[in-house]
């Protein structure tokens, strides 16, 4: 499997050419990857994160811009998940990329107030940082596609009150690191779509607070908002690029204003 369009039928090609074809415009439109670039790949096991792989690493046989890739895969001790890392490394290994499994845990009683999901992935995430920083990465590319995006600014706009997403490029200065998303514009229909293409082998999952996710009901959400609308999460990615602030409260600073008495 080292051609992604090799032996495959027409609708399947044209399925993985409009995949490559927005990766490379995500990487292009936002600048996402530079020459000498040395990219971790955050690699889970799910069918995102495996498409990931194999869309950057035939970009990276192209050499424009040229960079490295390196694949890393977390487990966290204290969570039941199962992962087949003999078939990671041989996915990541189609491609030429090195493969990485890095252990981690956490104590989720040391801050009851945030729940078991969001403590597992900010211990992930810190570890990716960690492990990045070992091997002089300076960017993480994660596997998040467009629906992601578009249920994350639900989120944000329902529990947070503020407009604010995941956004193809993030620098992190505090980490001196750079997230990258190349997969922002592509839906999660054809993520599951080149998921059937690949056949891509299921890890074992058994997290008993997967369900406990707000975002399950985000995602129910953005289906509900499919019914009016088809193109709903291109119009919410566009809404995100065309902010109208002029037509947006703008709370006045008072301390700068002169106050007349009436």
């Known amino acids: 499997m080292t051609n992604m369009t090799e032996e495959l039928s027409k609708p399947d090609k044209k399925t993985l050419q409009k995949i490559q074809s927005k990766v490379k415009k995500a990487i292009n439109d936002y600048q996402l990857i530079d020459?000498?670039?040395?990219?971790?790949i955050g690699l889970s096991g799910g069918k995102d994160s495996l498409a990931l792989v194999e869309l950057l690493g035939e970009r990276m046989k192209i050499f424009v811009p040229r960079f490295k890739l390196t694949a890393v895969h977390i487990s966290v001790e204290n969570i039941p998940y199962q992962s087949d890392l003999d078939y990671l490394k041989n996915h990541t290994a189609q491609f030429g990329i090195p493969f990485v499994h890095h252990t981690t845990r956490f104590d989720g009683t040391t801050d009851t107030r945030k729940s078991t999901c969001f403590l597992c992935s900010w211990h992930r995430r810190k570890a990716l940082f960690e492990v990045a920083k070992t091997l002089k990465c300076n960017k993480i590319a994660l596997g998040h596609h467009l629906d992601d995006i578009a249920e994350t600014l639900l989120?944000?706009?329902?529990?947070?009150?503020?407009?604010?997403?995941m956004p193809p490029k993030l620098k992190m200065d505090k980490f001196d690191m750079t997230i990258i998303r190349p997969l922002a514009l592509v839906t999660?229909?054809?993520?599951?779509?080149?998921e059937q293409i690949r056949a891509y082998h299921k890890q074992v999952k058994n997290c008993p607070h997967e369900k406990d996710s707000s975002r399950r009901d985000a995602k129910n959400l953005l289906s509900e908002l499919e019914k009016w609308?088809?193109?709903?999460?291109?119009?919410?990615?566009?809404?995100?690029?065309?902010?109208?602030k002029e037509y947006l409260p703008?709370?006045?600073?008072?301390?700068?204003?002169k106050h007349v008495e009436e």
């Not at 989120?155 to 997403?165: A, I, M, R």
């Not at 609308?229 to 109208?244: C, F, H, L, T, Y």
């Not at 703008?250 to 204003?257: L, Q």
């Open 35 to 40: 020459n000498d670039d040395h990219i971790l």
């Open 188 to 194: 999660e229909k054809e993520m599951k779509e080149m």
């Open 155 to 165: 989120l944000n706009l329902v529990y947070q009150g503020s407009f604010g997403t």
């Open 250 to 257: 703008k709370k006045v600073d008072r301390r700068f204003t």
């Open 229 to 244: 609308n088809p193109d709903v999460r291109q119009s919410i990615w566009g809404a995100m690029e065309n902010i109208k």
